[in-house]
């Protein structure tokens, strides 16, 4: 869609507004962004309150608005001394100063005998009142101009706060008013404002509750910017789903597969297949999402989709964000997909000459079922028979390009997308409200708890000991390092230092492996340690989160206290796999803050991902949430997610009912509603988290 007039003013640069000129239309840039709109839509982070007070009555310290009389200048005598006015109320005397020399000006404009209404911060030194800058020193008569509250925004260092407020109000003033987008009635309900109302309330807190998200005009603004995100999320599932596609039914290869597993499926693997497979049905496209932790048995799911889609004569692509995890999910469907004569290859960056053309060849004539692969299968060369399906593990970890790229190979591919990293259902909508998602809560039975406990690093002798002993026995063990902030360096020096030291004190081998190391390498040592050529892997955090070593069952995670929750969770998770007993080790540096004691309370009574995620939720209240950064929580203006979940859920719901009866928004609301969606920039062709 155009955009539509109206919002021009708020779509002009920056620079068009008052004093903007190019020393200053980057800084504001920064704080804000580059448009009138950007800056209109900052949000106050503050707010300053002055009141009328006298010389006397002021207290040190406080920000207050007073008459004066002046009485004198007194210039600088030397250098680095202020500019001072020396002036009176009936209470006492006051000093004015100015460490930068305005002086003459100031001489000019407020001759002694003036009366003069100042304001400022007022201090005391002794016996001496003094406000330094004061905001504001004009005629007594314009004492109605200065705000008895003021919004302070976000700002960057040299813009000064004044001047991002003026700049900040002038943007509002040029926000026009709109064509009401919201149902009236659900406007009175809750007794929202006007969008241009609500802006404006914005703007100009008297107290700072109105700063907080939960009065009606940041509801209202919210809930706008909410409403504009899941209309294209829901528009865009629709468009979509829309692309028409044969219905695949139940199979008899497939269910064979099934029947041929060494293994029952868990009640939440049934559901979520039950899921795809009436998606399959549907003759509609299918975007689905399949969170659960690693090891829940997720690849196994996908594993029966793509028999039902070779069933169907269709091929399915899986693409691993890295070789060794395409390595393995290749090792572990062959097998059953071959004896149900779906054939199954391999494609990685390493396939040259013959043997890439040999499997290029059975994509291209469809002799093959599914290719299994890295990056590797974005290229032009790999062509499809009848691609059917794209499974993307770890999805998070590829680009929207890149799923695109792959999608396109096939006419409405249906798209199964893999995530070890649970999200607490109150940001599932969020995240993925462009993705139908399934869950598997549950894990395959049989699985040994992994036994973990918290020891302070003062005692990492004795863990060291202890490990010496049991990978004498054939054990193997991760041993994760720290974390040191904005580092990567000092993460790989860290890293080295302790493998240095494993290496002198242990008799079992002990690799390396880092995010500096070229990825070949990388890949080399981890399949040493899957092989159990090494014993004891120390990494960074780059361990690939869904690397299946059944034999490690030893997880020590030096610096635990510098971990988020669910990374420690996804950390744990690559231990306890087989069926030996399995331990983590939380080694931590002393003393623990209150948030770091609880994080290794929750780790050390439950294993279940889903839980976590919810736990850490409320533990942190937001803010920089583990594992949701990675995942693409979009940057919001006015709405926070956790803060605002109930208009989450309402928002969703509306988008849902409104694009029902109007899917192309062409009714007169529907017209407003794209109104909105301009403003905050969402469009259904453009919007985040694009599945495909
Ligand atoms: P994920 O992809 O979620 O990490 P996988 O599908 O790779 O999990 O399963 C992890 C391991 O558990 C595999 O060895 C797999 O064969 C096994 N497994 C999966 N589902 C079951 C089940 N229902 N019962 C027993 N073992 C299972
Ligand atoms: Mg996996």
Redesign the pocket.
């Known amino acids: 869609m155009m955009r539509p007039p109206s919002l021009f003013p708020l779509f002009a640069e920056i620079s068009t507004l008052k004093g903007v000129g190019p020393k200053l239309a980057p800084l504001v840039a920064r704080a804000a962004g580059p448009l009138v709109r950007d800056l209109a839509f900052l949000s106050p982070s503050g707010l300053i309150l002055r009141s009328e007070a006298t010389v006397r009555s002021a207290l040190d310290g406080e920000l207050v608005i007073l008459d004066l009389v002046i009485d004198q200048h007194l210039p600088p005598q030397r250098r680095g001394q202020p500019w001072r006015i020396r002036a009176h109320d009936d209470t006492g005397f006051v000093n004015l100063v100015w460490f930068k020399g305005f002086g003459e000006h100031l001489e000019r404009a407020h001759p002694p005998g003036a009366e003069r209404v100042a304001s400022g911060r007022l201090e005391r030194f002794g016996v001496e009142a003094q406000i330094a800058h004061p905001d504001h020193l004009m005629a007594a008569d314009r004492k109605g101009q200065i705000a008895r509250s003021e919004a302070v925004y976000p700002g960057v260092t040299g813009l000064a706060p004044r001047v991002l407020s003026r700049l900040a109000l002038e943007a509002l003033s040029r926000a026009p008013a709109l064509e009401e987008w919201q149902d009236p009635d659900w406007l009175a309900r809750r007794g929202w404002p006007g969008w241009r109302d609500a802006l404006e309330a914005l703007h100009h807190p008297e107290t700072t509750a109105n700063l907080s998200p939960d009065t009606d005009a940041a509801q209202r603004l919210a809930f706008d910017e909410l409403l504009a995100h899941h209309l294209a999320m829901v528009q865009r599932k629709a468009r979509r789903r829309a692309e028409p596609t044969p219905p695949i039914r139940r199979a008899d290869l497939a269910r064979r597969v099934e029947a041929d597993l060494p293994?029952?499926?868990?009640g939440a693997?049934v559901r979520t297949l039950g899921e795809i497979r009436d998606d399959l049905a549907s003759g509609e496209r299918m975007s689905r999402l399949v969170q659960?932790d690693?090891?829940?048995?997720?690849?196994?799911v996908a594993m029966l989709a793509v028999a039902e889609l070779a069933a169907a004569g269709r091929q399915t692509a899986l693409m691993a964000p890295t070789e060794i995890l395409a390595r393995q999910h290749f090792e572990?469907m062959a097998e059953p997909l071959e004896k149900a004569g779906i054939r199954t290859v391999l494609l990685t960056g390493r396939d040259k000459g013959a043997q890439r053309q040999d499997k290029l060849a059975a994509l291209a004539d469809g002799s093959a079922g599914l290719v299994v692969g890295t990056h590797a299968l974005f290229q032009d060369e790999v062509r499809f028979h009848r691609l059917g399906l794209a499974v993307i593990d770890e999805q998070h970890r590829f680009g929207v390009a890149e799923r695109r790229r792959l999608m396109a190979k096939g006419e409405a591919v249906h798209l199964i997308a893999?995530s070890?990293t649970p999200i607490p259902r109150t940001l599932e909508l969020t995240l993925f409200g462009d993705l139908d998602v399934s869950r598997i809560d549950e894990k395959?039975?049989g699985r040994q708890p992994v036994v973990t406990t918290a020891t302070p690093l003062t005692r990492v002798d004795s863990v060291i000991r202890r490990l010496a002993e049991v990978t004498a026995t054939g054990a193997q063990a991760f041993w994760i390092c720290p974390l040191v902030a904005e580092s990567e360096f000092l993460d790989v020096q860290a890293a080295e230092g302790r493998a240095a030291d494993l290496t002198e004190r242990l008799t079992a081998r002990v690799g390396l492996i880092h995010g500096k190391m070229p990825a070949a390498d990388k890949d080399r040592v981890m399949a040493e340690f899957a092989a159990g050529d090494i014993a004891v892997l120390v990494a960074t955090t780059v361990v690939e989160v869904?690397v299946?070593v059944p034999n490690a069952t030893i997880m020590v995670i030096e610096h635990a206290e510098r971990f988020g929750l669910a990374q420690l969770h996804q950390l744990r998770g690559r231990v306890g796999?087989g069926a030996g007993k399995s331990a983590c080790v939380l080694l931590y540096a002393p003393p623990l803050s209150a948030t770091a004691k609880a994080r290794m309370e929750i780790l050390r009574q439950t294993e279940d991902g889903f839980e976590i995620a919810e736990r850490d939720l409320t533990l942190r209240g937001g803010g920089d949430l583990m594992g949701l950064k990675q995942s693409g929580l979009p940057n919001y203006r006015f709405a926070d997610p956790l803060a605002h979940a109930e208009l989450v859920r309402a928002a969703a719901d509306d988008a849902r009912l409104v694009l029902a009866r109007d899917p192309d928004l062409t009714s007169e609301r529907g017209r407003r509603l794209r109104v909105l969606c301009e403003l905050f920039d969402w469009r259904a062709d453009d919007a985040f988290a694009e599945a495909s």
């Open positions: 293994f029952r499926l868990t693997q659960g690693v090891g829940s048995g997720k690849t196994v572990s893999l070890a395959p039975p869904g299946n796999r």
